[in-house]
Every structure is written in C-alpha cells, then in structure tokens.
Nanobody
Framework: VQLQASGGGLVQPGGSLRLSCAAFGFRFDDYAIGWFRQAPGKEREGVSCISMSGYSTYYEDSVKGRFTVSRDNAKNTVYLQMNSLKPEDTAAYYC????????????????????WGQGTLVTVSS
C-alpha cells in the first residue's frame, strides 16, 4: 500500500503548480483522497478532499477558487491544481487515503484517514 505525492517546487507568487498523488497496492476507487499541508511551525491542515467517485469535493476556505482537486481512477491518481499561489501556501503537501466504500464521503479530519504518502514541498516566493 503506497501513496506517492509529487509535483512540488519553487514558484513565484501568482504562479501555478499541479500536484499528483499516485496510489499503489489497494483498491483506489473505494477510497476518498485528501490533500493536507504543513508549514514550518504550524499544525497540519486539510486543504482539499475528493470522494471515491469524484462527485463530492471539499476545499479549505483559503484555497477556494484557486485550487481544484480531480481524480482519474483509471490511472489511480489524484491531482491538485493550484493557481494564484500565495506565499502563505508554502508548505509540505501530503496526500492521504480514507476508505469510503461506495459512499461519496469527504472530510478534512486527518485522524479519519487510513494511510499517508510522503510530502512534496511547495515554496511560493519571489
């Protein structure tokens, strides 16, 4: 069972990045996938989540209208498109999987997630 997050990097304010979360070793389309981030000295926070079918999504208030989560179940991959990036978006970004069966459940509660990938670092700076 593995989740691999990728796509982080250094970008100027106002720029864009697309993060990917590739899943291996489990039935991907039974799981909701969440994106979390943790900045230095701050607690981890939920950024976005997409349900097993993609029908339901969640966005934290500060990213609404700028970030878009999507998934391709045929490729076992979830994406987080991040536009209009701000310095306060700088953090390590993690993806995590939550078993949802056939429900379109989404949540930002990290303790509900079953397993986690390694982080990918996003730095927004001029």
């Amino acid at each position: 069972v593995q989740l691999q997050a990728s796509g982080g990097g250094l970008v100027q304010p106002g720029g864009s990045l697309r993060l990917s979360c590739a899943a291996f070793g489990f039935r991907f389309d039974d799981y909701a996938i969440g994106w979390f981030r943790q900045a230095p000295g701050k607690e981890r926070e939920g950024v976005s989540c997409i349900s097993m079918s993609g029908y339901s999504t969640y966005y934290e208030d500060s990213v609404k209208g700028r970030f878009t989560v999507s998934r391709d179940n045929a490729k076992n991959t979830v994406y987080l498109q991040m536009n209009s990036l701000k310095p306060e978006d700088t953090a390590a970004y993690y993806c995590a999987a939550l078993w949802a069966g056939k429900s379109d459940y989404v949540t930002d509660r990290s303790y509900e997630y079953d397993f986690w990938g390694q982080g990918t670092l996003v730095t927004v700076s001029s």
